[in-house]
């Protein structure tokens, strides 16, 4: 389905949420996700008919889940064929004179972009944002915001979606425009798919921090699944960080809302505690949202800072024992048997990578 329309750090398959959701709710349930990332969560609510709401302070990570969870209809397919046969008209001619043409609408400006973009990439980048932000239908920009947005990384010179270094990758003209119109017909197919098989179950999402989320009434969710950072593990604004610059977004609020991160802990120098009060307040809100008999999915990993282990497990059992909810099962396993992504400065032999499922009494 959809799951595959962007890179994103960390993501859990959508066979665990999958899994859970089947097994702790009924149709017309609502599942509740406050670290929501790329949508996996949403998207399995919608393809089993069961209400989500979705949590992020990242922007591009709720840009991503919106697309990934609304449903196309057939007239707007049209549409976004057509966009992409306007693109491949201009790649079928490849006019020589077209950098130089569209050299004016490079103006978008940030912090040591000629370093990240070659001239041509900026312009062609430059070229489809005009482009996508002249169409009228909002979904269909937003659609397209993220196919550019899943491809900004490959023609930058950015080593890769988890390694945020410099690597020169001589990007030949019209490789963007060509990518774009590669990744948007993917997109357009699956979204066809998901469209004609996804139920009309209600998705909500916000960009916003998920330590407070008062508009979630008290006991309205059956279900709480989310995987919340890896304390000390990735540094997510700072992967997304071309992202938010072409697309408009406010990187230095991403940064500073982000709990868990490498410049927390690393840059920063800030102890556990500090991520562990966000868990603590971003988890309270879980139970107050959950009804009585609700279950929590949490799917977390150890955390090594300054060389020091943290035990995931133990801590977010005596969180949520705060709140008087049970560990009821768990698994555990080995994170360098999980993912190969992790900065090898900052693994453990020890690191586990826990899921534990909590019962509200």
Known sequence: MTHIFHAYPAKFIPQIPKLFIEKYTKPG?????????????????KLL????????????????????????SSDEIIIANNFLLDIEAILALRPSNFHLQYDYLNTID????????????????????????????????????????????????????TRYAYKEKSIQNFKTLNQFVKRGKMMIERISDFSNICSDSKIEIYTQSS???????????????????????YDYYLYHKSRMNWLGYDVRKT??????????????????????????????????????????VIIIGDSVIRGELFDAKLFTKDLFAKF???LIE????????????????????????????????
């Open 29 to 45: 349930d609502t599942v509740y996700d406050p670290f929501v990332g790329s949508g996996t969560t949403l998207v399995e609510c």
């Open 49 to 72: 008919n069961r209400n989500g709401i979705g949590i992020d302070s990242n922007p591009i990570a709720t840009l991503i889940s919106i697309c990934k969870t609304t449903k196309l």
């Open 110 to 161: 940030f912090q040591n972009k000629e370093h990240w973009f070659q001239n041509n990439v900026q312009i062609e980048l430059s070229f489809l944002i005009k482009k996508i932000r002249e169409i009228k239908n909002e979904k269909i920009v937003r659609f397209f915001e993220v196919c550019l947005s899943s491809i900004i990384v490959d023609v930058s010179n950015q080593e890769s979606n």
């Open 211 to 233: 330590e407070d989320v008062s508009f979630i009434p008290n006991e309205s969710v059956a279900l709480v699944i989310t995987s919340p950072p890896y304390a000390n593990t």
């Open 255 to 296: 940064q500073e809302t982000e709990i868990g991160s490498r410049d927390k802990h690393s840059s920063k120098k800030l102890e556990i505690n500090h991520f562990l009060k966000g868990l603590e307040k971003c988890f309270k809100e879980c139970e107050r949202a959950l009804i009585s008999g609700g279950y929590a």
């Open 324 to 326: 008087g909810m049970d």
């Open 330 to 361: 768990f698994s555990s396993q080995n994170l360098k048997e999980t993912t190969r992504m992790f900065n090898p400065k900052f693994t453990n032999e020890l690191k586990l990578e826990h899921i534990l499922v909590f019962k509200k009494n």
